[in-house]
């Protein structure tokens, strides 16, 4: 016997049968409702891209270890996208001039990562991307950015309480680094990561972590008062830092606050974020359930990315929000509907080829009429094409009769109730829209 | 100075800008409305699969030449998928025994092929599936196959004479080899694929080919009488063939012909189609422009590719349709609207702080409403901002100044006709709903 071949799906990666398919599908369109009544416009690229445009800021991880890399056959060294944002500066690049601002794009881009497979970590994803580039006003544009960011979970119906939106600013982190602990430049990236591991080792590694980086006790104290005492720290020592950094925060907070915000947002000196393109404002949306604190997604601006592409320049500020993490958040909090097949009506028919032929002629009149119409294809007996409705949770259920036909009646039944009617043929229209509307 | 990155997409892909994504978002739409409308639900999988699916019965052009395939990280064999058939029977044999049946799925996905690029052909491209498994009645499965395949086309609004759908059954084919041209078995592969050729080459060639193929002279004629006569040439054989095959053949004609698509379907012997695992009705449809003239889509029976998988088997019919193709009949028989961008307000604002906060609150009230709103990011002047509203079309303008707000009046603008009203803010729902519906 010739062996069969395996059915699963590709290691980390999913299939997506219908009853998936139509929560993925409600999940995006709740995703694009919400950013498009932002104003945002949808885009889309290949999945493959040269492997050139990750090399510049994407972290080391990603490319060295985690991408999905090959060479073509014309010998191109290229990749299956790790992320969307290289990408979308490449597109906004390459029609830098002819664009009218302030760009307002999304994109919802499936991507690739090699990882070992695990709650809410998969080899496949997909990727909400929202990006604003060349605002006349940098301030109000991270406002709308960070509004939109939380608006996507209160267009979920999530409650205040379920999330928080945990706020910094790169610079102010500089800021702290320099005028207040004395550190050299050059030790900044190191200590910067450290930080954004706090919340995921102990304090004795963490403490060990700085020690090793070259801080001494008197340094690592001081970064604990700010971790620990974040926004108060900062208006304790706002004399020591540039005002600039320590308005521009404290602006931010109160301006979202006002717009009603002020239950989501938090100061938290510890969101860093992984990348190295960050320029300013960062954010994380954080997960406030008990068993599931954690990172669901997370942005800021990253206004030097497009001069790798181009010479001239763009401010942008954006975020990236994940399919399963989102699917697991909106699972904890029991967020997520039950789903029905979309298909309303089952045309059923007799065993005669004339029933077989009619049942097709009144599914294309219903279709006409935009009903989502599924015909039986006969050959089984009325009750298996009555249970096969109801398997599909299909609510309507047609048959014609060639006795009824002659007479000009029809047989419709509610598959709710139960209840089954012969009506006039011409009355079928009546009676669905009364039914679907 | 640093080398800039190239910003074009990968060779033979494309980026999608707004104004592209609006096009093929209508065109999906159509699409997916038109095969809902059939019951079809939709699946998808990872666009990632172990190379194995393909080597059975895909193509072996494509297997050794055009497909992408790499070994990952983990030394498996993979590919980019190039076409989604194999994926489909994969899914459907992991589920073979829970599945109710009929199976009605359809997909978009995008599929990869290292083509060069050209008319009509690129690297990565969508494609439209569908796809029945199951059917009690194959008859009646084929035929509701045929009626969405140019259903879709119909739905487009392409009239008739613009495309014909040209019909063929494997099985006759066959059948006319073994007993009209009594060819060994053999040869009857490499005597279809001359015959699939047959349009695109010179009557020369093709005669050479089969010469070459090992046919007589007499041979060749009947095969050239039955390829010029189509249904004329089988009702004249009918008692040298099985009446099963011709039957067949003319009972679906005829039931097509009956349900009101007379106009388009036509016998076309020389419809063979490339892949190997079609096992009996096969179709084309062509575009009928003169300049323009060649297959569009088509697809046919496969009753044999769950075996690949599972030890129970399954009937299958479907068709897959490449949204370049398609694209290119739509743009020819210019049935292709305008599409405008979405956004329906423009939320202008004043240069003071107030009023570009006022500007944040009066444009969530409206997305509360239901509205898609763009608000302007404050920082340039009057003018400016009316002429950002108006290169995106956006039709309706609304802005507040202090004075205004403190009388609780409102300016709205139509952008279409020009005209600009102060009214009062609580009215401005009722204006909206006025214009918008």
């Known amino acids: 016997m010739v062996e069969k071949l395996p059915t699963q799906p590709y290691k980390g990666s999913r ?9 993925r599908g409600w999940m995006f369109s709740v995703l694009e409702k919400t950013v498009e009544s932002f ?3 949808k885009i889309d690229a290949p999945v493959i891209e040269p492997i050139d445009i990750y090399l510049a800021k994407t972290s080391e991880e990603i490319v060295s270890r985690q991408i999905y890399s090959f060479e073509d056959r014309g010998g191109r060294k290229v990749c299956i996208r790790p992320e969307m944002t290289p990408t979308v500066s490449r597109m906004v690049s390459a029609k830098i001039r002819e664009l009218p601002r302030p760009i307002r794009w999304y994109s919802l881009p499936n991507l690739w990562r090699y990882e070992k497979p695990g709650k809410g970590r998969l080899r496949e994803h997909w990727q909400l991307n929202a990006d604003l580039f060349g605002a006349s006003d940098e301030f109000m544009a991270d406002v709308e950015i960070l509004q939109l960011a939380m608006d996507i979970l209160i267009a979920f119906k999530a409650d205040p309480g379920t999330f928080n939106l945990f706020l910094n600013h790169r610079n102010l982190l500089n800021d702290v680094f320099e005028k207040l602990l004395k550190i050299p430049r050059e030790k900044w990236p190191s200590a910067a990561r450290i930080l954004d591991k706090k919340e995921k080792i102990s304090k004795d590694e ?6 090793e980086a070259g801080l001494t006790n008197d340094q690592t104290k001081i970064i604990n008062e700010y971790i620990d005492n974040g926004l108060n720290f900062l208006k304790e020592n706002k004399s020591k830092l540039s005002s600039e950094y320590t308005e521009y925060l404290f602006k931010l907070i109160s301006f979202l606050t006002d717009l009603g915000y002020g239950d989501y947002v938090r100061y ?3 969101v860093i974020r992984g990348f190295d393109y960050y320029t300013g404002m960062v954010f994380e949306i954080f997960d406030e359930h008990p068993e599931n604190r954690r990172s669901l997604y997370g942005g800021g601006r990253y206004d030097n990315l497009i001069s790798a592409f181009s010479k001239e320049s763009l401010n942008a500020v954006g975020f990236g929000m994940g399919d399963v993490t989102l699917y697991e958040f909106l699972s904890t909090h029991k967020l997520i509907p039950g789903i ?3 298909t309303q009506i089952y045309v059923a028919s007799f065993l005669e080829e004339e029933c077989k032929k009619e049942a097709f002629v009144i599914s294309a009149k219903l279709r006409k009429e935009g009903y989502l119409v599924e015909t039986s294809l006969g050959q089984t007996k ?7 409705a109801d398997t599909k949770k299909i609510p309507i259920v047609i048959i014609q009769g060639l006795e009824e036909k002659k007479e000009n009646k029809i047989t419709v039944k509610d598959m709710k109730s139960g209840e089954q009617n012969i009506i006039d043929e011409k009355e079928i229209l009546n009676y669905l829209e009364k039914y679907f509307n």
């Open 340 to 342: 029905l097949p979309k």
């Open 39 to 41: 104003g945002y416009e």
């Open 382 to 388: 009325l009750g298996k094409q009555f249970q096969e």
């Open 206 to 211: 963490y403490e060990k972590m700085l020690n």
């Open 15 to 23: 299939d997506f049968y219908p009853p998936e398919m139509r929560e």
């Open 268 to 270: 938290n000196p510890s």
